[in-house]
């Protein structure tokens, strides 16, 4: 098992994404605890991945710097350790010109995707220090790289470009302590707010043939990425981004 007796954290872990990646971690072993806000969420989320003796939920408003750092001290008391982080955890916008944006919405964004990333972050790097080992995966968006005609996101893209540099200088920062940090940029993924646009057969087929490889992604493509970058198969890789979009990019980019 590549991830036997490491303790992850795993955050957004009762969306689609989150979930794909809790089950892939607790088959390789890992014993995984899951975060997002809503314990109900987390919980129904525990029982529909299986593997329930390897996971555990904290409910958590990553926003919130004390509450993020008593989760992790929680963590810590119970486990002893944190080997591995996997910021999953971010929210998007209805595609909306950005002048029509409220301040609200705008400040949502930035406080979901990067200030809770950081607080985490920040939490569990010191504890990472103390033993000089550790592994961190941020999911980002190739949304970070690219602007999409006709869909709106200026501020998500913002937040997503932000994550990227924020991996790459984690990674330099915490080198010397063997501390990595690595990013998965997500495509089109069968996830979420485009579940429902997935269920019409021609809109699925639209955005399928605009695909090099021909089909949507699923969760488990992401969590199979990040597995990779988690383990210790990837002891040599460091601040990477890692497109994982069937080709998207490369083709459009």
């Not at 989150?18 to 605890?33: D, N």
């Not at 963590?75 to 950005?98: E, Q, S, W």
């Not at 997503?160 to 501390?179: G, L, P």
């Not at 970058?229 to 990477?240: I, P």
């Amino acid at each position: 098992m590549r991830l036997k007796d490491k303790v992850v954290i795993i955050t957004g872990a009762s969306s689609d994404i989150g979930k794909g990646i809790v089950k892939r971690f607790s088959e390789e072993g890992a014993k995984v605890v899951l975060v997002a806000r809503n314990l109900e969420g987390l919980e129904k989320a525990r029982k529909e991945v299986g593997n329930e003796e390897l996971t555990v939920s904290i409910a958590c408003d990553l926003t919130d710097e004390s509450q993020t750092l008593q989760a992790v001290n929680q963590i810590m008391n119970t486990y002893g350790k944190i080997d591995i982080l996997v910021n999953n955890a971010g929210t998007i916008n209805d595609p909306v010109h950005f002048h029509e944006m409220q301040d609200s919405e705008i400040k949502k964004l930035i406080d979901v995707n990067l200030l809770g990333v950081f607080h985490i972050t920040k939490a569990v790097l010191s504890k990472m220090s103390d033993v000089k080992s550790g592994s961190i995966v941020n999911i980002g968006s190739i949304s970070s790289e690219r602007a999409i005609p006709r869909v709106h996101l200026a501020v998500y893209s913002a937040t997503k470009a932000a994550i990227a540099m924020f991996t790459k200088s984690i990674a330099v920062e915490y080198a010397r302590r063997n501390i990595r940090c690595n990013c998965v940029n997500p495509g089109i993924i069968n996830s979420g707010m485009i579940k429902p646009y997935l269920d019409d057969p021609q809109a699925r087929k639209v955005l399928e043939e605009r695909l090099p490889l021909a089909r949507i992604g699923e969760p488990e493509d992401i969590a199979n990425a990040a597995l990779y970058l988690a383990s210790d198969e990837a002891n040599w890789v460091t601040g990477t981004i890692l497109n994982v979009d069937g080709g998207k990019t490369a083709s459009e980019g």
